[in-house]
């Protein structure tokens, strides 16, 4: 992971990374789990294409939010 990332971690939450591992489920995007220095665990996706679409992560978290709401399994 970059330290770019690692600052935008650290500057979000307040924390120091102190691990990350990849994990699946990314698509067109990496994914990974962090591990912060007081032991949180985040999940971050990331997307370096070309271009992202405006509002694409807001938008995916909006309808994960929907479906919790909605009590459907994740």
């Known amino acids: 992971m970059d330290a770019e990332l690692q ?3 650290q500057d979000a939450t307040g924390r120091r990374v102190t ?3 990849p994990v699946g489920g990314g698509s067109i995007n990496t994914a990974r789990l ?3 220095d007081d032991g949180g665990r985040v999940f971050i996706k990331t997307y370096r294409g070309r271009a992202a679409t405006p509002g694409m992560f807001e938008a995916e ?3 994960l939010v ?3 709401e909605a009590g ?3």
């Open 72 to 74: 459907s399994p994740l």
């Open 7 to 9: 600052r935008a971690i």
């Open 19 to 21: 691990a990350a591992s």
């Open 61 to 63: 978290a909006a309808s």
């Open 34 to 36: 962090c591990t912060l």
């Open 66 to 68: 929907a479906l919790a």
